[in-house]
C-alpha cells in the first residue's frame, strides 16, 4: 500500500535550520509530486508548497519563498523540505502528502514531524 | 483570516445530516475545484472529497461534496460519532497563486 513515512520531531532555536524528510513506497515515485503542509498548534492547514518528483520543479507558496527548499530523491523515493531562519512561530506539525500530476489534492499523507522552536 | 471561509464549529446528533460551508471567491473556488479533508484528533488528515464531488475509495458515500459558484459544501447524511473531527476545504487561488485551505469545522456529534 502506499505510505508516506515522515523523520522523527525536531527541537530548533531561533534562527536555525530544519530538514525534513518523507520517505514514500508503494507506488512510482515519478508519478507523482510530494507536497508540504504545515499546522501550528491549535491552529488550521497551511500549504507550503509542493515539488514534482518527475522534473523536480517547484511551487513555493508566498508565506515562505527565499525561505524553503524542496528537493527529492528519486534513488530513495524520498522527499525533503529544508526551512531556514526558524522563528517561534515556525514551531509545527510538518506533513508531506503525495499530490497526483493532474491534480492538486493531496492523497495520503504522512504521519507528520513535530519541529519545535524555542531558545 | 483564511481566504476560504468555513463555520468554525457545528454540531448534530447520530444520524442527522449536516452540511459544511466553504465560502470564497471568484479567484479559487469559482475557477478551481474544490477538495475536502477530515482530520480526526491528534492524526494526519486524510482526503474525502476530490475535485467537488468525487469520493476516494474507502470513503464512505455518506460522504458527499458539491459546488455552485463561488461557494462548495460537505455533507455528511446519516452522522456517525466517529465524523467528529475537523474538516477543511481546500483550492488553488489565482490571486495568492497557490492553494489555500479553508479556516477548518470542527464537528461535534453530540
Known amino acids: 500500500q502506499v505510505q508516506l513515512m515522515q523523520s522523527g520531531p525536531e527541537v530548533r532555536k531561533p534562527g536555525a535550520s530544519m530538514k525534513v524528510s518523507c520517505r514514500t513506497s508503494?507506488?512510482?515515485?515519478?508519478?507523482?509530486?510530494i507536497a508540504w503542509v504545515r499546522q501550528a498548534p491549535g491552529q488550521g492547514l497551511e500549504w507550503m508548497g509542493w515539488?514534482?518528483?518527475?522534473?523536480?520543479?517547484?511551487d513555493y507558496g508566498q508565506n515562505f519563498r527565499g525561505r524553503v527548499t524542496m528537493t527529492t530523491d528519486t534513488s530513495t523515493s524520498t522527499g525533503y523540505m529544508e526551512l531556514r531562519s526558524l522563528r517561534s512561530d515556525d514551531t509545527a506539525m510538518y506533513y508531506c502528502?503525495?499530490?497526483?500530476?493532474?491534480?492538486?489534492?493531496?492523497?495520503?499523507w504522512g504521519q507528520g514531524t513535530l519541529v519545535t522552536v524555542s531558545s | 483570516q483564511s481566504v476560504l471561509a468555513q463555520p468554525p464549529s457545528t454540531s448534530g446528533t447520530p444520524g442527522q445530516r449536516v452540511t459544511i460551508s466553504c465560502s470564497g471567491s471568484?479567484?479559487?473556488?469559482a475557477e478551481w475545484p474544490v477538495h475536502w479533508y477530515q482530520q480526526l484528533p491528534g492524526t494526519a488528515p486524510k482526503?474525502?472529497?476530490?475535485?467537488?464531488?468525487q469520493r476516494p475509495s474507502g470513503v464512505p458515500d455518506r460522504f458527499s461534496g458539491s459546488k455552485s459558484g463561488t461557494s462548495a459544501s460537505l455533507a455528511i447524511s446519516g452522522l456517525q460519532s466517529e465524523d467528529e473531527a475537523d474538516y477543511y476545504c481546500?483550492?488553488?487561488?489565482?490571486?495568492?497563486?497557490?492553494?489555500?485551505f479553508g479556516g477548518g469545522t470542527r464537528l461535534t456529534v453530540l
Open positions: 508503494g507506488y512510482a515515485f515519478t508519478d507523482y509530486a
Open positions: 482526503l474525502l472529497i476530490y475535485t467537488n464531488n
Open positions: 502528502a503525495r499530490v497526483p500530476r493532474n491534480g492538486n489534492w493531496f492523497d495520503p
Open positions: 471568484g479567484s479559487n473556488i
Open positions: 515539488i514534482s518528483a518527475y522534473n523536480g520543479n517547484t
Open positions: 481546500a483550492a488553488w487561488d489565482d490571486s495568492l497563486n497557490g492553494l489555500v
